[in-house]
């Protein structure tokens, strides 16, 4: 019994840890399975992600695609039932469901709710010694990490979705100018009401959620003890994470209607930075990638606006680990000059290529072998990254080569 509630504990953290550091929806899902496989030995395992009518699979095998009327059938039962179950202890009146799950090599099937609604299951089976409830029921204390996990990576999904729509809309428009000026700004108008309603929208519960979860961890609702803290941590900075990905469409917004501006107060800059770096730190060893900080030994003050400038060295960094395959190496270096503060980041990653470069940082543009290596990203962090420095009045530092990795940064003034 020690060691079943030890292996769950551990199977808990490892998937906070994932869910935490994770952004892109299919890789999560491979990996909870991976980690899974790892504690239980499995011999089929399934992740299936739902919202409304859309769905999404992961199976170990990288090769099944569960079809819409199985995945439905049994996620019919789950919304009834509301709780994780064992195949061989089905009712006899689900004969048709037992049969299907047998099927697939199921023994237990664990769903995945939030707020009430059914965003996924979880279903893992074992040939020679089937798989107990009790060795898969633990994972209820993680599950409002998965399922704000999937609601978030549909949610990204249906942004790139339309982003990519009106882009295209836009394109087009453009072919057309001079003729047909007017209704390509009638477009461009609706493509900045989308972004400044949907980031509006999408910001109100995940403040919400992150309010709440600091409030706990401060101990409103009561003492909590260091496993609550560590999970709920890991909670916090990736609801974190999430706001500012959010931040960065509704400043895109701001900027299109004149509302963009820089509040500066006096930071430590490298603290700023120690911090950034720190919070991704679990998301490097989760790649494999080596990521290292070179600081000053005394402090930075500068007047700076701090919450921009978290999210311009959040954006570099994150990037940088993200196009950096598993063995490289990330450096962030901060070095305290004489009339000014320089600030690199230096990956050993894919590069971008030399034809594509001074295009990188205007609004939604993406490399190609990024959007290769990562569909689900806006174009819009570096594109906010340059205006941020500008209006400090600095420089933005770039340098790249294809196949062996870039430099980003940024110089600052001391006295602006």
């Known amino acids: 019994m020690k060691n079943t509630r030890k292996k769950t504990k551990s199977i808990q953290s490892e998937v906070s840890q994932v869910v935490a550091s994770v952004k892109d929806l299919r890789f999560l899902m491979q990996r909870v399975l991976m980690i899974l496989d790892r504690h239980l030995q499995l011999d089929s395992g399934y992740f299936v992600a739902i919202s409304n009518d859309n769905y999404l699979t992961s199976d170990l095998d990288k090769n099944l695609n569960m079809p819409k009327s199985d995945v439905f059938e049994i996620a019919d039962y789950l919304k009834i039932h509301r709780q994780v179950f064992s195949v061989s202890k089905l009712p006899k009146a689900y004969d048709q469901l037992r049969k299907l799950l047998l099927s697939y090599k199921v023994d237990v099937v664990f769903p995945i709710f939030h707020g009430g609604k059914l965003s996924g299951f979880i279903a893992v089976g074992r040939q020679k010694t089937p798989i107990s409830i009790r060795k898969i029921s633990g994972l209820k204390d993680i599950g409002g990490e998965l399922a704000i996990a999937v609601d978030y990576g549909f949610a990204m999904k249906t942004i790139h979705s339309l982003n990519k729509n009106l882009q295209q809309k836009i394109d087009n428009a453009t072919s057309e100018i001079q003729k047909n000026n007017r209704q390509l700004q009638k477009l461009d ?3 900045d009401e989308f972004l400044s309603m949907a980031s509006h929208q999408l910001r109100t519960p995940l403040t919400s959620i992150k309010g709440y979860i600091d409030m706990v961890l401060d101990g409103d609702a009561g003492k909590i003890n260091q496993t609550q803290r560590q999970y709920l941590t890991e909670a916090f900075r990736s609801s974190e994470r999430m706001v500012n990905l959010i931040s960065d469409f509704l400043n895109v917004s701001r900027l299109q209607t004149g509302k963009f501006s820089i509040d ?16 991704l730190e679990t998301a490097a060893n989760l790649r494999g990638i080596d990521l290292v900080f070179y600081k000053p030994k005394k402090a930075i003050l500068i007047k700076i606006d701090e919450t921009k400038f978290q999210q311009v060295v959040m954006n570099f960094v994150d990037n940088a680990l993200y ?3 598993e063995g490289g190496r990330v450096e962030v270096i901060l070095e305290d000059r004489v009339n000014e503060v320089v600030c690199l980041v230096k990956d050993t990653g894919m590069g ?45 530092i770039f340098e790249s080569e294809e196949g062996k990795g870039s430099t980003f940064g940024f110089r600052l003034p001391k006295n602006n």
Do not use: W
């Open 189 to 191: 108008d609706a493509k």
């Open 264 to 279: 500066k107060t006096e930071v430590d800059l490298v603290d700023l930075v120690e911090s950034e770096v720190a919070t």
């Open 323 to 325: 196009y950096t395959p």
């Open 352 to 396: 971008v290529p030399k034809k594509e470069q001074e295009n990188l940082f205007k609004k939604f543009f993406r490399a190609t072998n990024a959007r290769r290596q990562r569909p689900d990203g806006t174009g819009v962090g570096l594109y906010l990254a340059k205006t941020v420095v500008a209006g400090h009045g600095g420089e933005i």
